[in-house]
C-alpha cells in the first residue's frame, strides 16, 4: 500500500518512509495510533546513508563491502546497492538473498574461511570469485571444489574488540601464513591478497595498522616467490558509537596504506557490518516488568519485555 499516513509520514511498499519528521517522532506515532501492538524497529535511512559517505570521506581508497550479517534487511541492502557498495557474505543464504535483488556476484566476497563442500559450490555455480581460507584443510576443499575461486589468506591480528573473532578465524601472519601461500601455490591455487578482521567494536585504533603491517610482509613473500597478490581486506570492527573514533583508525589506516601499499593497482576492500548500521534501526516495544540485581558486585536492571530481556548495567 502506498500513500499519505499522516503529515510528513507515508508508506511504501509497507513500510513507513521519513519525509519531515524524525525517527522517534514517526515511532511515537506508530504507538498513538494504538495499532501497533508487536514491538517494531524504525530504520533511520539518513543515519545509515551518513555513515556510509563519511566512511567513504575518511578512507578514499578503502572500497566498502558491506558485511550484510549485520543486518541483511531489504531497505539495508538496497540502500548498500544503490550506494554502490559490494557485499561481504558468510553463507549460501546471504548470496542468494543479493542474486535475488540481481547483485552481480562479481561484488561479492564469500569471506567465510570455513565451508562446507556444499556452500562452495553455491558460491562457485553462482558466479562468485572471491573468497578467504586459513587452513590447510580449507585449500584442500577449495582444490576439489572451487579450483578457480581467487582466495584471500585470513590473518590474525589481535586487538581490543568486543568480539574477538582471531579466536575462531584467521592464521597466524608469520610462519603459518607462509606456509599456507606456499602450499596454495603447490596446489595450482591462486592466492589474490590478504584479510584480516581485529574483531568487532574494537577500540584500539591501531589494530587495523598492524594489520597492513602483517599484510605488507605477505605481498613481499608473495613477490619473492615470484607471484603477486593485489587485494588487500582490511575487515570491519570499525568503532560506531562516536564517529571521531573512526577518524582516528581512518588516518592510521591512510597511512599505512600510503607506506605499504603506494601501488594504487592494490585494491583495498574493508567489510564494515555494525559501523554501517547499529545506529540506524531502533527498536520500540513495550516494557513489562523491570527488576534490579546484582552479580559479581555489578548492578543490573533487567527490562522483561513480552519478545526480550534486556539487561542494562548501572
Ligand atoms: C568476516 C567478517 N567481516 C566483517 C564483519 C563485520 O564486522 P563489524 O560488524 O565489526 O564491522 C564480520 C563480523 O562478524 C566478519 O566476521
Redo the contacts with the bound molecule.
Sequence with gaps: MNGALQNGFAIHSGAFVLTTHSPTEVARTLIDSGRQKEPFYVFDMDEAHRRIQHFKTQMPRVQIFY?M??NDSDFMLKLAIASGLGF?C?SPGEIHKLRQLNVNPTSIIY??PSKTAEQMIYARDSGVLHTTFDSSYELKKIKQYWPDARLLVRIRVEGKSV?N?GEK?GCGHDTEAIKLLDEAAALGLKVVGVAF?V????SSVDSHENGLRYAKALFDHEAKAGRRMNIVDI????LSDRTDRVDQAAKLINKALDEYFPDKTVQVIA?????VCDSSYTLYCSINNVKQTKADDDNYDIYKMAEFILISFE
Aim: with cysteine; glycine share 20%.
Design positions: 558485511a550479517k549485520s561481504d558468510a569471506a567465510m568480539y573473532l578465524f578482521h574483531g568487532s567494536a574494537c575487515g570491519g570492527g570499525f567489510e564494515p557490518g555494525r559501523y
